[in-house]
T-cell receptor, first 115, second 114 residues
Framework: NAGVTQTPKFQVLKTGQSMTLQCAQDMNHNSMYWYRQDPGMGLRLIYYSASEGTTDKGEVPNGYNVSRLNKREFSLRLESAAPSQTSVYFCASSVRVRSFNEKLFFGSGTQLSVL | SQQGEEDPQALSIQEGENATMNCSYKTSINNLQWYRQNSGRGLVHLIL?????REKHSGRLRVTLDTSKKSSSLLITASRAADTASYFCATVAIGSGNTGKLIFGQGTTLQVKP
């Protein structure tokens, strides 16, 4: 049982380049998330998907797009990377109980540097 | 701005002592959760407390929730060096416009000295 799998683990981009972070979960969870973590800022929600086919902006969505390809996969795309997007990115998934999310399971993170 | 704010930002104690960290939040919630993050790793769920609960225990962890003050506390008893980590609270808000997503606070960094 792999849980939440993120790829890649590390990535270096030049300003203006694009890339997609991949995330897949095998726990049949409805909800999936993308967070970014910066020193002293905790985790900030970028995008959230309550179910296949739905996405919702979080606290810091600017500069990102997402795609909920199916129930298992939720990808995060940076169309034109900027140095301000240097961060550690975490994907997570959870079970929803009567519309409210319970325990989150996290991937191991992607460390992204934009030069 | 973020929903939850932890206090203190950093805490250093000796092994065997108790560690208490607090979380305050701004809006009405369905549940509040605590997570631990070891350096360089993803977050791990510790405990969930619902809005109609006041206290919950799990092993050496004790969580309290005061919805009138919009605050929660996490107590780790008889701390060990292995408890050294960052601890985050996360809330699920209720009300119009909320889709049940979790919002995290900034975290408390705990150091337990052997």
């Amino acid at each position: 049982n792999a849980g939440v799998t993120q790829t890649p683990k590390f990535q270096v981009l030049k300003t203006g380049q694009s890339m997609t972070l991949q995330c897949a979960q095998d726990m049949n969870h409805n909800s999936m998330y993308w967070y970014r973590q910066d020193p002293g800022m905790g985790l900030r929600l970028i995008y959230y998907s309550a179910s296949e086919g739905t996405t919702d902006k979080g606290e810091v969505p600017n500069g990102y797009n997402v795609s909920r390809l199916n129930k298992r996969e939720f990808s995060l795309r940076l169309e034109s990377a900027a140095p301000s997007q240097t961060s550690v990115y975490f994907c997570a998934s959870s079970v929803r109980v009567r519309s409210f999310n319970e325990k989150l399971f996290f991937g191991s993170g992607t460390q992204l540097s934009v030069l | 701005s973020q929903q939850g704010e932890e206090d203190p930002q950093a805490l250093s104690i000796q092994e065997g002592e108790n560690a208490t960290m607090n979380c305050s939040y701004k809006t009405s919630i369905n549940n509040l959760q605590w997570y631990r993050q070891n350096s360089g790793r993803g977050l791990v769920h510790l405990i969930l407390i619902r809005s109609n609960e006041r206290e919950k225990h799990s092993g050496r962890l004790r969580v309290t929730l005061d919805t009138s003050k919009k605050s929660s506390s996490l107590l780790i008893t008889a701390s060990r060096a292995a408890d050294t980590a960052s601890y985050f609270c996360a809330t699920v808000a209720i009300g119009s416009g909320n889709t049940g997503k979790l919002i995290f606070g900034q975290g408390t960094t705990l150091q337990v000295k052997p």
